[in-house]
């Protein structure tokens, strides 16, 4: 044999020899199925980051809806429920005060009492709180869209909402027309209670605020500018 076929048939029986890639760097290898799943969960984070950016807000507002009602039923609830037992009217608190002709000239409130209420109101409303379970709160993926026929269907979302700080309740007053000479005075409890959402994401601070009606009555006569609250 030719010496220049020797020589190719020897070059034919080397092995080749795969050029290791750059970055790969000495005795290191990433597979290509490696870097598929990198990629594809780099997509899938941009994805769920995307809609997070999206639907986070329409989930908050739907979730803080969801607790405030459920928290108003409660308040309202106790409230009203200890206003009974009590049997609380409005002379118990407001006195009437008129001259030798029957004209009214004072209002008197008698504001020892109202706080005295105030108080046992506002620790009937943290009682009955703690004792009912208002932390869980789901919302279904059917609600987030604006499409009547997904609308409260699919799964849900869980969302947990806690109270936080102090319950504040505040009593208000209120005069309104009854007609004729006459005037509708009302009592009034407000009520606020601050809230946070514990959701996917982050915490959403939402509040309650309500009022409820403690007492009221029809006064006839005229109502003086004067309105007296003894203990101020």
């Not at 009214?104 to 009682?127: F, S």
């Not at 700080?165 to 005069?175: I, K, M």
């Not at 409820?212 to 003894?230: N, R």
Request: glycine share 6%; charged share 20%; with cysteine.
């Amino acid at each position: 044999m030719r010496p220049w076929r020797r020589e190719f048939v020897r070059n034919m029986r080397r092995p080749v020899r795969r050029r290791r890639p750059v970055w790969a760097g000495p005795g290191l290898r990433i597979p290509p199925a490696l870097i598929t799943l990198a990629v594809a969960l780099l997509v899938a984070a941009s994805v769920i980051a995307l809609l997070e950016a999206k639907l986070r807000p329409v989930v908050a507002e739907i979730a803080s809806a969801q607790a405030q009602n459920t928290m108003t039923a409660v308040v309202e609830g106790a409230v009203t429920a200890d206003l009974a037992a009590r049997n609380v009217s409005y002379a118990d608190f407001i006195t009437i005060q008129r001259d030798g002709g029957g004209a009214i000239t004072a209002l008197t409130t008698d504001m020892a009492r109202m706080n005295l209420l105030r108080a046992e109101l506002t620790a009937a409303i943290l009682e009955s709180i703690a004792g009912v379970d208002v932390s869980d709160i789901e919302v279904p993926l059917g609600s987030l869209f604006d499409l009547e026929p997904l609308w409260a269907k699919g799964p849900s979302l869980r969302a947990r909402a806690m109270t936080v700080g102090t319950v504040r309740t505040e009593f208000d007053s209120q005069f309104t027309s009854a007609g004729v000479n006459q005037t509708l005075h009302r009592i009034w409890l407000e009520v606020d209670v601050p809230m946070t959402l514990l959701l996917p994401g982050g915490e959403v601070e939402t509040a309650l605020h309500t009022r409820l009606c403690v007492a009221e009555t029809v006064i006839v006569g005229k109502v003086p500018d004067t309105y007296l609250q003894v203990g101020q």
